[in-house]
């Protein structure tokens, strides 16, 4: 089977693969059973004729009701139908042409917007009363009348109409399942959507302030030291090149957050901006959490550089963990950080725990994982101020 087939089979709706199953299974039986009460019943070609129109009318409703608008067709059946059993009772001299009227009642009442008991009490009351109408053409035993022509007519119709209720039911949770399904997908693409457009913020916004604090130190040294104003320019040519290769990467799902290099590259911009750092790392970090830490460690060097008037930065790092502190922090309720917000609930779903605490000057983020080494409990990272 070609990958192609095979998504298409996927993305098949359910119903269609139904119908199909249905037609496939069903149609063949059907149109056995019909022919063979047609042979059995009709005298001549002419009778022959009008029962099998009775047939073929119970074969359209059941592909119509197979494609989901039987009632478009149910009409115009239902009327063929029933004009068919009275002239195989009173001429035809034949008990199964009740077959057809009870495929197009069957598919169609339960299918109805209301009145659907109603309905089909008035179709098996008709087949009855068709059938009753054979006493009125023949003296025979009466009590084979009544089993031939009203009875098994009757109740069969009165069985098809009933199991086919319940099927109604089992339609109705299967289109529920497939708009639930389809719900879903679009929930989907809304989740990677923004997904994308935080990591393009990261991304982006990132460089594009250490951009601007890169620029505005190149500006404080083009006269006095031409140099070094000379070499923060080639970075952030750089910077801005590494941040095309990285929307690149993004764009086709490649891109991968260095822990390391976002700590070389957090300590730069720290340093750059005349903040002092500190970093302890107790341990290399897990492979499994490095990227998501990486995150943090990013979206917390922009958070200090933009909202802080940081003079000491601490980071602390651990095989399952990284914690943030820098001084500076107002004298206010939390912020409302919108990044540090996406980032808890990513790094909930890879099993962890973001923490963000501001007290007494400080602002304090970390992110702990749970991580177990050769026999020794899970233990988390704490920010300590420096």
């Not at 139908?81 to 001299?93: E, M």
């Not at 910077?239 to 095309?244: A, K, Y």
């Not at 602390?316 to 502190?325: E, K, Y």
Request: glycine share 8%.
């Amino acid at each position: 089977m070609s990958p192609t087939h095979a998504v298409s089979q996927d993305t098949e709706p359910a119903r269609e693969r139904l119908r199909r199953l249905n037609i496939t299974l069903f149609l063949p039986l059907l149109v056995t059973v019909g022919a063979l009460l047609v042979v059995r019943d009709a005298r001549t070609w002419g009778e022959a004729l009008v029962l099998g129109a009775g047939v073929v009318a119970g074969l359209v409703a059941f592909v119509r009701w197979a494609a989901g608008d039987v009632l478009r067709v149910a009409l115009p059946c239902l009327v063929v139908t029933a004009a068919v059993w009275p002239f195989s009772v009173l001429l035809a001299d034949g008990g199964a042409a009740f077959y057809g009227l009870a495929i197009v009642g069957s598919y169609a009442i339960p299918q109805l917007p209301r009145h659907r008991v109603a309905a089909a009490a008035g179709l098996i009351a008709y087949v009855a009363a068709v059938g009753a109408s054979r006493l009125l053409v023949t003296g025979g035993d009466l009590s084979g009348v009544l089993i031939e022509y009203v009875i098994v007519p009757a109740g069969a119709t009165a069985i098809f109409v009933g199991l086919m209720f319940p099927n109604r039911r089992f339609y109705g949770l299967v289109e529920e399942l497939e708009e639930a399904r389809e719900r879903e997908a679009e929930l989907a693409v809304i989740r990677e959507r923004v997904r994308f457009a935080s990591d393009l913020h990261d991304i982006q916004g990132h460089t594009l302030h250490v951009v601007k604090l890169k620029i505005a130190l190149a500006q404080r040294l083009v006269r006095g030291d031409a140099e070094r104003a000379e070499q923060e320019l080639r970075e952030v040519h750089a910077l801005v090149s590494d941040t095309i290769t990285q929307t690149k990467e993004l764009a086709y799902a490649q891109r991968r957050l260095n822990l390391s290099a976002e700590l070389e590259n957090a300590k730069n911009l720290f340093e750059a901006a005349g903040i002092g750092v500190r970093v302890d790392r107790e341990s290399e970090v897990d492979a499994g959490v490095g990227e998501l830490l990486g995150q943090v460690l990013r979206e917390t060097t922009t958070n200090i550089l933009r909202h802080a008037q940081a003079g000491q930065v601490r980071i602390d790092l651990s095989a399952s963990g990284i914690a943030i502190v820098n001084d500076g922090a107002p004298e206010a309720p939390l912020p409302a950080l919108r990044g540090l917000a996406t980032l808890r609930e990513r790094v909930a779903a890879g099993g962890g725990e973001l923490t963000v605490e501001q007290k007494d000057g400080r602002f304090l983020t970390a992110a702990t994982f749970p991580h177990d080494d050769s026999d020794a409990a899970p233990r988390s990272v704490e920010g300590r101020p420096t």
